[in-house]
Structure formats: structure tokens, C-alpha cells
């Protein structure tokens, strides 16, 4: 594991180092204080930030053959799965039912089959919802689906 962890994490960080070339090169959009290339500069930092991350606990794990016995098949599958699930259900709903009611859900879904509470998951599930909306709506002026809330809004 630990030498598949240290791949991914040179994957990731040249990911990321590429996202933020290319992104130096986008406009900037007249009346903002954030040009068209401050979100993917960010995503571009936050993937080498994971590949740091990632490549720090690959070198500070066990070697592999020691400690836990090899999970099962469905173990390890089971949270990778959630992910393409909650994305896919994600893309099905957020136009019809919106971002602010689908978001919760899907993050909720995602804290509780990474092993959080339901409190914490409901909490960090509204918070983070919350966040991204203000960042999408008001830093950046890209509006999130709606849905069933447009005729509150």
C-alpha cells in the first residue's frame, strides 16, 4: 500500500502542479476581485496539499506485510463506491431538487461511511454545504442549482 500511496501522491501533486500553470493563464473578469483562474488555483493547491499529505502518512505507516490483516473485498471497495455513488446521485438531482437540499445529503452520506458520527456528519454536511454555497455565490458570482428553492429565493 504504501508504495501505491506514493504514486498517487506524485500523481497528485503533478495534477495539481499543472491545474495551476494553466490557470495562470486564464482572464481576468472585469468587476471582480477574482479572475476566472482563482478556483481551479485553488483546487490546483489543494491537490498537492493531499499529495503532501498522502506521501507524509505512506512514509510514516507500517511496511506493508505488518499490522491489520488485509480487509475483505466489499471493505475495500465499499468507500469508493459511496463516492461514485453520491456523485452520481449528485448529478441526477442537484438541478431538480437543488444544491442546498442534495449537498447535505450526499456529504452526510459520505462522513457517515468514512466512520463519523451523525451529529458531526449532519453538522459538517450543513457547514460545508453552507461554505461552498457563499464561495459559488458570492466570491465567485457562479450560482448553484436552485431547484425546488427558487421560488424562496
Request: glycine letters at 6%; proline letters at 7%.
Given at each position: 500500500m504504501q508504495r501505491v500511496d506514493r504514486w498517487v501522491s506524485v500523481l497528485l501533486a503533478s495534477l495539481g502542479g499543472?491545474?495551476?500553470?494553466?490557470?495562470?493563464?486564464?482572464?481576468?473578469?472585469?468587476?471582480q476581485k477574482l479572475g476566472a483562474g482563482f478556483l481551479p488555483m485553488l483546487v490546483g493547491a489543494g491537490l498537492v496539499v493531499c499529495a503532501v499529505l498522502l506521501l507524509r502518512r505512506s512514509m510514516r505507516s507500517a511496511p506493508a506485510g505488518e499490522g491489520a490483516a488485509?480487509?475483505?473485498?466489499?471493505?475495500?471497495?465499499?468507500?469508493?463506491?459511496?463516492?461514485?455513488?453520491?456523485?452520481?446521485?449528485?448529478?441526477?438531482?442537484?438541478?431538480?431538487l437543488g444544491f442546498l437540499l442534495v449537498a447535505p445529503l450526499c456529504l452526510?452520506?459520505?462522513?457517515?461511511?468514512?466512520?463519523?458520527?451523525?451529529?458531526?456528519?449532519?453538522?459538517?454536511?450543513?457547514?460545508?454545504?453552507?461554505?461552498?454555497?457563499?464561495?459559488?455565490?458570492?466570491?465567485?458570482r457562479v450560482p448553484l442549482p436552485w431547484g425546488v428553492l427558487k421560488p424562496f429565493y
Open positions: 499543472v491545474v495551476m500553470w494553466s490557470a495562470r493563464s486564464f482572464p481576468n473578469v472585469p468587476g488485509p480487509s475483505s473485498l466489499p471493505e475495500r471497495l465499499g468507500a469508493p463506491l459511496m463516492v461514485l455513488a453520491t456523485v452520481v446521485l449528485y448529478v441526477l438531482l442537484s438541478h431538480r452526510a452520506l459520505l462522513f457517515r461511511t468514512f466512520g463519523q458520527r451523525w451529529g458531526a456528519s449532519l453538522l459538517w454536511a450543513v457547514v460545508g454545504t453552507l461554505v461552498v454555497h457563499v464561495a459559488f455565490y458570492k466570491l465567485l
